[in-house]
């Protein structure tokens, strides 16, 4: 499906720095890495970056424990400040959260508040990672139900994905060929171990390239995280573009990573290259129904 949006969306990735457990120091930098960058319709952050992903918050997810950092989606202290901010500054926030699911369940959630100051997505993370130095499952995180994470940004449809949900095609075909998304977010804590050489770039090239889309990968800064991906739907020469699209990446450091997606390179690569048409009927998947949406705005409220 080709965006029904007239002109190109702004985008912006912020690589903020880990402050494990920090909850009000980690939304005080978010802010102020926002109101640094005016002028952007999306800013993304990092996979529960408002606690901080580590051990030490993962490890207080015990329901009994006073301390425990998990919130609901729409009545949280989180979900406020970011009401707050997106009307303050125009524009959606997508930011990261540890998600009060009920009975004892707790999962990590990617929310998105739109400019009215009103909460339109809460996504939990359907992967759970259990390799390398990742242990989601082990300190009782929940995964998601299945159903997608789908929102409208300016008339662009987009994505949302959390990290270890990047391994799985299924998902972002889905995301792509069935709910018509044109941008896919992927707010990431990818760790520096064994696994992220051959992981994470390659990964985040092969879903956009594969699935004709634009993907922004944002992960923390430090020297253990960093290199968030913007991704175009294509790499290299496109016909009847003037020149070639490329990928752009962070190192290590603190910084903000820029995507603008363009309707008219969307166009052009799907023309150039037309997977979608070509696919076999037998593998056309019948369309997904898990546009995972809060209920209020299924009922039009």
């Not at 901010?85 to 998600?99: K, N, Q, T, W």
């Not at 999962?107 to 130095?133: E, F, N, S, T, W």
């Not at 998601?144 to 990047?166: A, Q, S």
């Not at 799907?270 to 209920?295: I, K, T």
Request: proline share 7%; charged share 20%; hydrophobic share 40%.
């Amino acid at each position: 499906m080709l965006l029904a949006a007239t002109g190109p969306l702004r985008v912006l990735g912020l690589q903020v720095e880990l402050l494990a457990g920090q909850t009000e120091a980690n939304l005080a930098r978010a802010e102020a890495l926002i109101r640094a960058n005016p002028g952007h319709r999306l800013y993304v952050l990092p996979e529960l970056s408002s606690h901080g992903y580590c051990d030490e918050v993962l490890s207080q997810l015990d329901p009994t424990r006073p301390e425990r950092p998990a919130q609901d989606a729409e009545s949280g202290s989180v979900t406020a400040f970011f009401c707050r901010l997106a009307r303050d500054v125009d524009a959606h926030i997508s930011y990261g959260f540890l998600r009060d699911a009920g009975a004892g369940r707790t999962c990590i959630c990617q929310a998105v508040v739109d400019p009215r100051g009103q909460l339109v997505l809460a996504y939990d993370k359907m992967h759970l990672c259990d390799m390398g130095d990742c242990s989601e499952i082990a300190h009782g995180c929940s995964p998601g139900e299945g159903e997608l994470g789908v929102f409208e940004c300016d008339g662009v449809r987009v994505g949302v994905t959390i990290c270890y949900d990047l391994r799985f095609p299924e998902l972002y075909r889905a995301l792509a060929w069935d709910a018509g998304c044109d941008l896919i977010l992927h707010p990431a804590a990818f760790v520096r171990d064994a696994t992220f050489p051959m992981y994470h770039q390659q990964f985040v090239a092969t879903r956009a390239v594969e699935n004709g889309v634009y993907l922004l990968s944002v992960s923390y800064a430090g020297e253990r995280f960093g290199s968030s991906v913007a991704c175009p739907p294509w790499i290299g020469d496109v016909p009847g573009l003037a020149a070639p699209l490329a990928a752009a990446s962070l190192g290590t450091a603190e910084g903000v990573l820029p995507l603008v997606v363009e309707p008219r390179h969307l166009e052009a690569v799907r023309r150039a290259y037309p997977y979608r048409r070509d696919v076999h009927p037998r593998l056309r998947a019948p369309p997904a129904q898990g546009d995972r949406r809060l209920q209020r705005e299924k009922s039009g409220r």
